[in-house]
């Protein structure tokens, strides 16, 4: 049972707004990803840390932001808000080495 | 650069039909890992399944199996008798020692439909 929790599940904000989708969790991993997935299913790589203090920009460019203060945290912004920035976020974790990424259950973004 | 094809995007069956959802990859790697995800109209993704490059056995749990190629860059799964809650998106997924780096590549998903 993956132990990563992601809040909030759905958010409506407008445009202009800074937000900040939050990312937890209990496993005690080092490697966290933030991943954006499309309307069409395809999911997209943003962001990624393989621990403290190390963030790394992923495979999709993205105007988000993310920080890695504390191991078990990883949480990502947006400055300003835009109906582009609509879409799912899903946060994984795994543990060093290619082992299997734990996913959380994704935060729905919709930007009005 | 590694890549994930899934070439179906959507499939169809009747509940108790066997179905295989197909995935082809890329790598210039010798060693990488292999996996299926489920992700069920609840949003998460569920780990299903890794395999890495070395090991070409083919696994069986429960209904679900898998079938891995590398003469021919695939690695497919089988639902035996499938059910209507196996109705998900499934996606399979790459990864590549980069350095110890490792990053998953996803395929574009296959979205499955169980048909009571």
């Known amino acids: 049972e993956a132990d990563i929790y992601q809040t909030p599940r759905y958010l409506v904000i407008g445009t202009g707004k800074k937000i900040t989708l939050e990312c937890s969790q209990t496993?005690?991993?080092?490697?966290m990803y933030w991943y954006q997935q499309d309307p069409g299913m395809e999911l997209h790589l943003i962001h990624y840390?393989?621990?403290?203090?190390?963030?790394e920009k992923g495979d999709l460019s993205s105007e988000s932001t993310v920080s890695r203060i504390r191991t078990e945290h990883f949480p990502l912004t947006l400055e300003s808000a835009r109906p582009s920035h609509t879409s799912q976020y899903l946060c994984?974790?795994?543990?060093?080495?290619?082992?299997?990424?734990?996913f959380g259950q994704g935060t729905r973004l919709t930007v009005v | 650069a590694q890549k994930v094809t899934q070439a179906q995007t959507e499939i169809s069956v009747v509940e108790k039909e066997d179905v295989t959802l197909d995935c082809v990859y890329e790598?210039?790697?010798?060693?990488?890992?292999l996996f299926w995800y489920k992700q069920p109209p609840s949003g998460e993704l569920v780990f299903l399944i890794r395999?890495?490059?070395?090991?070409?056995q083919n696994e069986i749990s429960g209904r679900y199996s898998w079938n891995f190629q590398k003469s021919t860059s695939s690695f497919n799964f089988t639902i035996t008798a499938s059910q209507v809650v196996d109705s998900a998106v499934y996606f399979c997924?790459?990864?590549?020692?980069?350095?110890?780096?490792?990053?998953?590549?996803f395929g574009t998903g296959t979205r499955l439909t169980i048909i009571p």
């Open positions: 395999r890495n490059s070395f090991d070409e």
């Open positions: 496993m005690g991993h080092d490697k």
């Open positions: 840390s393989y621990g403290v203090n190390s963030t």
């Open positions: 994984a974790s795994s543990s060093m080495g290619n082992t299997e990424a734990f």
């Open positions: 997924a790459l990864s590549e020692p980069l350095g110890g780096n490792e990053k998953l590549t």
């Open positions: 790598t210039r790697d010798t060693t990488y890992y």
